[in-house]
Nanobody, 119 residues
Framework: QVQLVESGGGLVQPGESLRLSCAAS????????MGWYRQAPGKQRDLVAA???????NYADSVKGRFTISRDNAKNTVYLQMNSLKPEDTAVYYC?????????????WGQGTQVTVSS
């Protein structure tokens, strides 16, 4: 099977930065799109940023210009650099990946990592 392991969350003050990482491991032939989603208390889970295997990116309007998604295909790892953090960025951030095995593609979620932005 495939596991997505996240790290980098924590508590920061407004205006500060965090860098999240998510490493995929297991039975992986290749990975197509990878992305980051977030879910605040009482809210639904929404897309933050996504990146294809070729490096094409897509961002939610609320994070454009502040967040940057990137990936290292050799390490099966995706990153989310979060700058100029705001209190409204507070949420559990989840990694997501479309992973190819031998003959078919499956979608996987990480366990989530808490990001709290507060004074």
């Amino acid at each position: 099977q495939v596991q997505l392991v996240e790290s980098g969350g924590g508590l920061v003050q407004p205006g500060e930065s965090l860098r999240l990482s998510c490493a995929a491991s297991g039975r992986i032939y290749s990975i197509d799109a990878m992305g980051w989603y977030r879910q605040a208390p009482g809210k639904q889970r929404d897309l933050v940023a996504a990146i294809t295997s070729g490096g094409s990116t897509n961002y939610a309007d609320s994070v454009k210009g502040r967040f940057t998604i990137s990936r290292d295909n050799a390490k099966n790892t995706v990153y989310l650099q979060m700058n100029s953090l705001k209190p409204e960025d507070t949420a559990v951030y989840y990694c997501n990946a479309d992973v190819w095995g031998t003959t078919f593609r499956s979608n996987y979620w990480g366990q989530g990592t808490q990001v709290t932005v507060s004074s």
